[in-house]
């Protein structure tokens, strides 16, 4: 038996629910002793947490970039420190249009040369991580993809209605990713012109302030999330294409699919892992192409029944939870 401690971002934060906590019954069912346990803001309160890791075996840094002199501290802590990361930490900058290789890229090559594993979202944030250890030599620390996955126990597809009025075009996000539904609202304006059965339904914990296509908001809830998403026939996953986007790890996308929509999205980062064209979903870059895409699947409902079909089918065999919870533990164990 071995100890894990997890150092997540929070018990409420969505990729520590899905990344961490829901993994941490299947470590225990392996006879691991595991805790999680939120990384304090307050640089007293990370010193005093310090002592602690010397009890655990394996300690999992979630996403948190520390400073030097924080990091030389939790190295010498334990010996097997891992770095789990499901977004492109070290290109915070270029959102506030600061260089790129800025303080935030210093700390990422600095965690991953101190880590003894690394588990990252897609492939695009383990080939930077990888890049920085390209010179580490035979103790190079080893390297896993593991993208946040679906619990699809939970998020089925359902029964849609055959016979509904209507084809809903389904857009779930926060309200900081709006910003990339409004990248589309040329498309999704025109095709709900030339197709009068169709309309967007925007489910976000806020409602758009500056979507010119029509739409029907609903509030985002916890407890009713799955359901939004069975209600959705096409899911849509807009993104532009820079250093921070290509390493989003999919899951709205994912979430699409294992409730068996028929999901569109931009070819950025993992989407064009996920997606075969025209077989579990379609890529779409330009307006002309979303344009396309859209018109053929509103005015198919055969196409979206056997896309939803076989994009379920893409969720349940390579990016399932207990698939993910089984890797992540032989990946842990290895470390031992």
């Known amino acids: 038996m071995a100890s894990f401690l997890f150092l997540i971002l929070g018990y409420e934060k ?3 629910k899905k990344r961490i906590l829901a993994g941490i019954e299947a470590l225990r069912a392996n006879g691991h002793r595991v805790e999680a346990i939120p990384i304090p ?7 005093a947490l310090f002592p602690v890791l010397r009890q655990h075996d394996v300690v999992v840094l979630q996403k948190k970039l520390f400073n030097a ?3 030389h501290l939790l190295r010498h802590a334990c010996r097997n420190l891992v770095f789990d990361f499901d977004d492109a930490v070290m290109f915070h900058e270029i959102e506030r249009g600061e260089p790129v290789r800025g303080k935030f890229f210093a ?6 040369a101190g880590c003894r594993g690394i588990i990252a979202g897609n492939t695009y944030l383990a080939d930077f991580a990888r890049a920085v250890l390209e010179r580490s030599g ?3 620390p080893r390297v896993i993809v593991l993208p946040t996955p679906v619990d699809t126990s939970q ?3 359902g029964s849609r209605q055959e016979n509904k009025s209507g084809v809903t075009i389904g857009w779930l996000g926060t309200k900081g990713n709006l910003v990339h539904l409004q990248r589309i609202q040329a498309a999704l304006k025109e095709t709900c012109r030339d197709n009068p059965g169709a309309f967007l339904k925007v489910v976000s914990n806020a409602r758009p302030s500056a979507l010119e296509a029509p739409y029907t908001f609903k509030p985002w809830s916890q407890s009713e999330e799955n359901d939004d998403l069975r ?3 096409i899911g849509v996953m807009p993104l532009e294409d820079n250093l921070w986007t290509r390493g989003k790890g999919g899951y709205k996308l994912l979430q699409y699919m294992a409730a068996g929509a028929a999901a569109v999205a931009s070819p950025v980062g993992i989407n064009r892992e996920i997606l075969q064209h025209g077989r579990n979903g379609f890529l779409a870059g330009s307006e002309e192409e979303w344009v396309a895409v859209l018109n ?3 005015r198919d409902r055969a196409l979206r029944k056997r896309v939803g079909l076989k994009a379920r089918a893409t969720v349940e065999r390579k990016f399932n939870l207990e698939t993910y919870n089984r890797r992540l533990a032989e990946f842990l164990e290895s470390l031992l």
């Open 296 to 298: 053929e699947l509103v």
């Open 155 to 157: 998020l089925t597809p």
């Open 138 to 140: 035979p103790d190079e």
């Open 41 to 47: 803001a307050s640089p007293l309160r990370r010193m």
């Open 69 to 71: 002199w924080q990091l």
């Open 14 to 16: 969505p990729s520590s």
């Open 107 to 112: 700390r990422f090559a600095r965690t991953v």
């Open 231 to 233: 209600s959705f026939d």
